[in-house]
């Protein structure tokens, strides 16, 4: 197949890569997605977000999807509850109805941004297996469909995984030493009405030193589980996450003596178990200018969830798009400009994510957690 060029390939459409193809659209400036899912349906595409003021929402500005943002949050959503192993109450706020973090649907989100690129922006089905300096900042994309492309502008917003990355970088993710195991329950006020109850309306957090269950409630009257376990890779790989059974009760038992409403969390799940390894890449991750080619989101500077990681990377894409805008003849200025920028901005939040599990699942778990609500008072008064 004869490669066909494309000044500016995307490679992943997710949230950042989206938000760059749309900024650029807005600026009047045509880009090209390719995305490895066959089609926008072809996967789920995980859960709740919090959007933030500084930097999700303001790339959302910056695209120009402000209203469509605004349509497809789920109010209440930022309520946060902690409970401990028992099932008691440690902290209860409420959704103060403020919306600096409104809480919207992963596949909502990227649905608006999808929706609002022209045809033929993204195309599917296009897994990268191979890519090729040309010079002069160009580059050949060969996928396994067997399609070849060139660019004049390459962006690797792939992922963790990237395959773009080692044109630029030798860093490889790490595990941190933390899964997160997904479960859903549905139609839970109904069918699942302890659980419900315990959740509450948004966020509920029941941890201990070394593990938790985190849960979030989200619109449909769905509860979206995510156990969190500080345990080797090689324990993980033990568990047959392909039997959803023995996966269930393999985790369950990590929980045995909590709350029958916490742990039904868990052993009444309605999708079998995911596990989630937690990985990283190095602390303030950077790379030397390459010419023509730049990184955004997990990509650029993979970090354990910390509630950023999806608002980063739209950051990233919409200061891309507005740097490509601000130099449209000099590629090249456009990288430094955005690169400049994103270095410093990202190398702090490693910290902050690290901090958060540390928060999340160390020694003073939950205390550690709640003192972001309480101050440090909070063990005192909770105990």
Known sequence: MNPSHHPIAIVGAGLGGLTLARVLHVHGIPATVYEADPSEQSRMQGGQLDIHEADGQRALADADLTDEFRAIIHEGAEASRVLDQDGKLLFDAPDDGTGRRPEVLRGDLRRILLDSLPDRTVRWGHKVTGTRPLGDGRHEL????????????????????????????????EYTGTTFIETYLYDADERHTAAAEAVGAGAMYALTPGKGIIAHREAGNILHTYVILNRSAEWIAAIDFTDAASATARVAAEFDGWAPELTALITDGETAPVARTIHTLPDGHRWQRAPGVTLLGDAAHLMPPSGDGANLAMLDGAELGKAIAAHPDDAEAALTAYEEALFPRTAPVYTQAHDMLDLLLGERAPFGFLDLFNGSNAERTSS
């Not at 060139?150 to 030798?170: C, E, M, N, Q, Y």
């Open 142 to 173: 060969t996928f396994a469909n067997g399609a070849t492309v060139t660019s004049g502008l390459l962006v690797g917003a792939d992922g963790a995984w990237s395959k773009i990355r080692p044109l630029l970088s030798d860093a490889e993710p």
